[in-house]
């Protein structure tokens, strides 16, 4: 399996320069030449799989460059620090299944993919020798998932800008209580969108960026959405298995990632097992517009209960763009000209092409906060506000003869304030985390300058 660019413009990659390039150098992401297929034959044999067993069966299909017994261990490696012996189990309530994507060591499902990237990079550097330092903006759940993914991790070291003061108490204490060497939390004295400016400021110095060998771990990194498309597989496979053989997913979409990765399960079933991608979102509601009415145009960013989807351009689209223009990289690279000009697209004319795949809701803060409420009062089931976004599309929108599985993206315990709102007090940590305020934490906090950040970063990176 190669892989390719969505504008058409570099010779295709194997899978491990795949991983270590992130983005495109023409600007694109990287996607598979072909999307591979399975047949029912396959997808019985599946259906007696453990997790670790479908995720080996899976990613095979897409890498042909780490011997089996490689990729074997890395898989195991990664999903040993999942606390259920099922990774993402799946629990039927009421008329929905729930797929439970947070049992890994941060609660929220980036670990699904994180655990297996910091596995995938350290394998290559390994090898190929070389180092990598990581450098990211947060403003919670992607930058503790990583800091988890790395941690202890040869021949990289990983730097995370979080806003001082403003992240949930949890969600920093999940970073800063890591204290291997080779990770660096850094509290910047500002907000989200100065910490992100400002990893992007020193990803654009290309001196700098050569020099250190900067690396990123945001969404569009291929391998992310792969490790993803086996949950998907799974939780089909498990249902499948029980005698149903059409379902739809409800996800909860900030960046497209996570749906996207529904998408390219979608693709690899039998035609109709995977039958619609329900895109759930908050206020920001760009790409249930888009769903809706062929509308892809910004608007100014909401803070939500949800913030792991406060988003309003969302990175992995442009995957789902090349397969909108029939494999066109040139059509690709005149749409996102065309967004990058305008800040919109209008695709209205395809609706039609757009509705096989998908339907879409938002769903309003107050309709999340009700949806965790009556969700726990009738099937005594605690649903974080992300998943409730979830839920709540999945109710809406499923066809009465289908199951609707929807994601469950975090734990509750990860969304305190907005559980408290629903159901009077604070949901409580699971075990494995019950102590959290109590571990020693280390975290330095400086300014939001960019010289400021890129000292710090130098003194202390891998060289
Ligand atoms: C990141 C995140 C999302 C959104 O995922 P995308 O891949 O950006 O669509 C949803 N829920 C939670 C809890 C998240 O952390």
Redesign the pocket.
């Known amino acids: 399996m190669r892989y390719i660019s969505t504008r058409g413009g570099i010779e295709p990659l194997r899978f491990q320069d795949a991983v270590m390039m992130g983005l495109a150098r023409d600007g694109g992401l990287l996607l598979p030449q072909t999307l591979p297929t399975v047949n029912d034959q396959v997808v019985q044999r599946w259906e007696q799989l453990s997790y670790q067993a479908l995720a080996r069966e899976v990613l095979s299909l897409f890498i042909d460059d780490i011997p089996e017994t490689d990729l074997e261990d890395l898989i195991d490696r990664a999903y040993a620090t999942f606390t259920h012996p099922q990774v993402t189990p799946v629990t039927r309530r009421g008329d929905l299944y729930i797929l439970e994507l947070f049992h890994g060591p941060t609660l ?3 670990d699904v993919a994180l655990q297996l990237l910091g596995n995938l990079f350290e394998y290559v550097l390994t090898r190929r020798g070389g180092f990598m330092n990581i450098l990211g903006a947060t403003s919670g ?2 930058g503790s998932a990583a800091i988890a993914g790395v941690r202890g991790k040869g021949n990289i070291n990983i730097f995370i800008l979080h806003p001082h003061g403003r992240t949930s108490p949890v969600q920093a204490l999940q970073m800063t209580t890591i204290l291997d060497p080779n990770v660096f939390n850094i509290a910047v004295r500002g907000t989200f969108d100065d910490a992100q400016s400002i990893v992007k400021a020193i990803f654009n110095d290309l001196d700098f960026r050569d020099q250190y060998q900067l690396g990123a771990v945001n ?1 569009i990194n291929w391998a992310r959405v792969l490790a993803q498309v086996v949950y998907y597989v799974f939780a089909y496979c498990k249902l499948s298995r029980s005698g149903i053989k059409s379902v739809d997913f409800s996800v ?8 996207f990765a529904g998408y390219v399960a979608r693709r690899l079933l039998p035609p109709g097992c995977i039958h619609t991608l329900i895109l759930a979102t908050n206020a920001n509601d760009i790409l249930t517009r888009f769903v809706t009415r062929g509308d892809y145009s910004c608007s100014e960013v909401q803070a939500t209960y ?1 913030p ?2 406060d ?1 309003q351009v969302a990175s ?1 689209f442009e995957r789902y763009l090349y397969y909108f223009f029939n494999e066109d990289g040139a059509v690709v690279r005149r749409a996102m000209e065309t967004f990058a000009a305008s800040g919109r697209l209008d695709l209205s004319a395809n609706i039609r092409q757009i509705a096989r795949d998908f339907s879409s809701r938002s769903v309003s803060e107050e309709e999340t906060i009700a949806t965790i409420r009556d969700f726990y009062r009738d099937h005594q089931y605690l649903l ?1 506000p ?1 998943t409730a976004i979830g839920v709540k599309a999945g109710l809406e929108l499923r066809h009465p003869d289908r199951p609707v599985v929807c994601l469950a ?2 734990h509750p315990a990860k969304f305190g304030e907005a559980v408290t709102l629903a159901i009077g007090r604070e949901p409580a940590l699971p075990p494995a985390l019950a102590d959290l305020q109590k571990r020693e934490s280390r975290c330095v906090i400086l300014d939001a300058d960019q010289d400021v950040i890129k000292q710090y970063v130098a003194a202390n990176a891998l060289c």
């Open positions: 929220a499902f980036k759940d992607t969404s909860p979409t900030g960046n497209f990632g996570d749906i949800s792991s989807m988003i992995n974080d992300h993206t975090a």
